[in-house]
């Protein structure tokens, strides 16, 4: 393996890839294997023989078996079925009337119409893709940002692809619920993905998407339902997916030598995956693996299962879901597990408890609990934030507890992991009482409840602030600096703020750094919330402001967010807002594409998404 960044420690070994004639006889004594044997795979606990069925693919059993073929999707029994369908092949269905016996035969639903959203349950409506061609969709979803950071985008792109809908009209070659649900298992969206298999009756027959819950399974560490899958799949075609995770299944039962002579059989396929063959030999012996870019998810579960630690450059992979795997992999080193966690749960991936978690598990020398913000402000990474959060646990006084959370969002602005740290000291803030003496934390925890929508909680702080602000100029300032965040957020403390007052909060914030961006992007947000800003603000940023270069939509995108918008194309407008937001989010648009893409939301009926998206952009520019 000179060159090959993967380097075998053998303890013990499958032995040598057999020579030519060993190979030649190896295939037919496969053959005669796959021919003979029966049985699905067995829980990875306790090794017994695992085997492919004879003849028929093992097939998920759905939690209450359907009576008829209309049973089978309740999400879309009452949409129109179109005369041109073909029908089912099924018996017709006898219907005894009053005229006597009436025979009709029933039509087949089209499985891309399938979701588990309705408009009443935070759907977009059947009608979604009305008026929108089925091409604009098979280019433009793929593109989805599934990586994104931010809250309102995820379930937005949520929404969309779990509402049940009428397809697009136009010919395609591709499934759209395929499509689908591998942009869902790509956000890492593990439930969305249960969901929506389940709600496809034709599932079991769909090999990509028997594959996308096989992935699913090895994430979860699901070993024995993933092998279960395998060996329904195996032996039906030469696809190296499949034949990679029947060896391992056969493996992990305990069965290594026909899970070398599959080795052999893939050898002799052309298969040049050191990282599958070295990790498979992991399991019964000790190896390393010094580089593994873009792990597969068999790739972790192999690794897991052989305790094989993984090399930093794992993290190189930006799918939620492969880090949420890494994050809870016990074969990771804690520095690493840490940081996927952080990017996991920023993606939606990773529930903040679990991240949570693991900062408060994270061992620190006494020395290093002595004085944490010198050493985060120095070495800005996942185990500095680590010591952040284990200094605010570990603080008893609430002045103390409130300046610990201050530095860590301070330094959360900085990196653009605001939303995710809020999320994370939420349990502190909890634990700081609102009283006089912390009239200063006020703004930062009101922003920080306002993130969260705890708006009840918020107002406990705007009351302690309202009461400093009769007496001290200073809080005077900071109550004209936050409200207009307030307004922008919905809150009640500033239902009476009216943009006509941001003179006051210009005159409190002009001195800042970025003073004028701020006031750019502030400006627009009202704008398209419908809250109109007074000519002379926008005027005064004319003459103060330098030119500056600007990132634009593509014009043919720009046109067809407002014709899509104006036509009432929902599940278009949404798909392409999605698009010109970008991974980025809100926070890193620019103020004039964010502007239309709210006001498109806001044209739709959207009103509280384009507040939300709203809310994030000014939080993460530290308005």
Request: hydrophobic share 45%.
């Amino acid at each position: 393996m000179n060159g090959s960044p993967v380097r075998v420690r053998a303890a013990a070994s499958l032995g040598p890839v057999p020579g030519w004639g060993i190979v030649a006889w190896g295939i037919v004594a496969w053959g005669i294997f796959v021919w003979l044997a029966s049985g699905p795979a067995a829980a990875q606990q306790a090794p017994i023989r695992l085997e492919p069925p004879k003849a028929f693919p093992v097939q998920l059993a759905p939690a209450k078996q359907p009576e008829s073929a209309v049973e089978q999707s309740p999400v879309v029994e009452d949409l129109p079925v179109p005369e041109a369908l073909p029908a089912t092949g099924l018996p017709p269905t006898v219907v005894i009337g009053t005229t006597g016996i009436q025979v009709d035969s029933l039509k087949s639903i089209d499985v891309d119409t399938v979701g588990v959203l309705t408009a009443e349950q935070g759907g977009f409506g059947q009608r979604m893709w009305e008026g929108t061609p089925r091409s604009l969709v098979d280019s433009i979803l793929p593109q989805l940002p599934v990586n994104t950071a931010s809250t309102a985008m995820r379930d937005l792109m949520r929404r969309l692809l779990l509402s049940t809908a009428a397809v697009p009209e136009g010919d395609s070659q591709t499934s759209l619920v395929v499509m689908r649900i591998g942009l869902l298992a790509a956000m890492g969206d593990t439930r969305g993905v249960d969901d929506l298999l389940k709600a496809t009756p034709t599932r079991q027959q769909n090999r990509e998407l028997t594959r996308i819950e096989a992935d699913a399974r090895f994430l979860a560490n699901d070993n024995a339902r993933a092998c279960s899958l395998a060996a329904g799949q195996f032996g039906e075609g030469e696809d190296l997916y499949w034949n990679k995770a029947f060896i391992f299944c056969q493996a992990l039962a305990g069965e290594m030598d026909k899970a070398a002579l599959g080795l052999a059989v893939l050898n002799e396929m052309g298969e040049e995956d050191v990282v599958f063959t070295t990790l498979i030999e992991g399991l019964v012996g000790a190896v390393t693996v010094d580089s593994m870019p873009d792990p597969s998810p068999l790739h972790l579960a192999i690794a897991r299962a052989a305790k094989v630690q993984l090399p930093a450059d794992i993290l190189s992979s930006n799918r939620p879901g492969i880090l949420r795997a890494i994050a809870i992999s016990p074969n990771a080193p804690v520095e690493l597990r840490l940081e996927a966690a952080e990017r996991a749960e920023a993606a939606g991936a990773l529930p903040v408890d679990a991240l949570r978690q693991l900062y408060a598990s994270t061992n620190f020398t006494d020395e290093e609990l002595a004085n944490p913000r010198s050493r985060s402000v120095a070495e800005s990474g996942p185990l500095s934030r680590a010591l952040l959060y284990r200094n605010a646990l570990l603080q008893t006084v609430p002045t103390a507890r409130a300046e610990a959370m201050q530095s860590a969002l301070e330094l959360a602005r900085q990196g653009g992991r605001y939303a995710s740290t809020v999320r994370v000291y939420m349990d502190v803030l909890r634990q700081i009482p609102p009283m006089e003496e912390l009239a200063w934390f006020a703004p930062e925890a009101i922003r920080a409840l306002l993130t969260n929508k705890k708006h009840e909680q918020a107002s406990v702080w705007f009351r302690l602030l309202k009461a400093s602000a009769l007496f001290n100029k200073d809080s005077v300032a900071l109550l004209n600096a936050l409200l207009p965040v307030a307004r922008l957020a919905g809150s009640l403390d500033a239902e009476t703020w009216t943009t006509g007052q941001l003179d006051a909060w210009w005159e409190a914030v002009k001195g800042e750094d970025q003073a004028a961006d701020k006031a750019a992007l502030l400006y627009s947000l009202f704008d398209a919330l419908g809250e109109p800003v007074p000519d002379n603000l926008w005027q005064e940023l004319i003459e103060n402001s330098a030119k500056s270069m600007v990132a634009m939509l593509h014009p043919a995108l720009w046109w067809r967010l407002q014709s899509a918008a104006e036509e009432g194309r929902v599940g278009e407008a949404v798909m392409l807002s999605l698009l010109a937001l970008g991974e980025g989010g809100p926070g890193q648009a620019e103020p004039v594409v964010l502007r239309q893409v709210l006001t498109t939301l806001r044209i739709l009926g959207l009103e509280s998404e384009a507040r939300e998206l709203a809310v994030e952009a000014a939080m993460a520019v530290g308005l």
